[in-house]
């Protein structure tokens, strides 16, 4: 991932970016904690802190975030919703999110609430980035029955969940790295991280069952095309 050296460094930072954005590549793609990708660039010759890496992710994580939601394609019409508990500090609270008919995230929120005023903050924000839905398929949550008749009303009514809700998998990643992570340590914190995790892993984790091994390894190539051309974009 970082053999283009060519790559400037960036202001105030002694690595250049290919280095930076490869640990950042693999903390998210592999599910790693910053102990792991310390490692990883320790066996390539590369002495760095965790908490450098920490940093990185924490910073730079947010810019291939935005990259990747400002080049996305059209999100597929039909999007799932649906909301997580996790617990902060003792503290109970939801995580929203969005995925569409291809199983793309689309979006993520953490909120303290479960309720009507909730749904319409996550839901108008959808609707404001990516269009009205031709369907929506929620967990039976009343609360989004004013929003989505308000905001999309020619989606008709939110349909219910038996109808292949595929999200309940859209949460495995987050309990995945929550266990990792040793839990979140603020709402901010989750909101950051499952923020840039998501949309990095609608990249680089397509749907490999329905690929054939050459489409799998094309659509590989892309993403790694991408994301040489957004470690370009960097800035300080």
């Not at 924000?125 to 967990?139: I, K, N, S, W």
């Not at 008709?156 to 595929?166: C, D, H, S, V, Y």
């Not at 590989?220 to 051309?229: H, V």
């Not at 957004?230 to 800035?235: F, P, Q, R, V």
């Amino acid at each position: 991932m970082f053999e283009r050296l060519d790559f400037p460094c960036l202001k105030g930072f002694r690595f250049p970016r290919s280095i930076i954005s490869y640990a950042v590549w693999v903390y998210h793609r592999f599910a790693l904690s910053t102990a792991d990708a310390e490692d990883l660039l320790a066996e390539r010759g590369i002495c760095v802190s965790r908490e450098t890496i920490r940093k990185w992710v924490n910073r730079f994580g947010r810019h291939f975030a935005r990259c990747i939601r400002r080049d996305r394609p059209k999100p597929n019409s039909k999007w799932h919703l649906d909301e997580a508990v996790i617990v902060i500090g003792g503290v109970k609270y939801w995580l929203w999110r969005a995925i569409d008919g291809d199983g793309d995230v689309l979006d993520i929120l953490v909120q303290s609430r479960r309720n009507a005023k909730a749904a319409k903050r996550f839901f108008s924000a959808l609707v404001t980035q990516f269009g009205e839905p031709r369907v929506v398929v929620t967990d039976k949550l009343r609360s989004y029955t004013k929003p989505v008749r308000a905001l999309a009303p020619d989606a008709g009514p939110p349909a219910p969940k038996g109808l292949n809700n595929r999200i309940e998998n859209s949460h495995r990643p987050t309990r995945k790295r929550e266990k990792i992570m040793g839990r979140f340590k603020s709402a901010r914190q989750a909101q950051r991280f499952l923020s840039a995790h998501d949309q990095i892993n609608t990249i680089f984790r397509p749907r490999r069952y329905k690929l054939s091994a050459p489409s799998y390894r094309h659509a590989r190539a892309d993403a790694f095309a991408l994301w040489q051309d957004y470690t370009g974009e960097m800035n300080a």
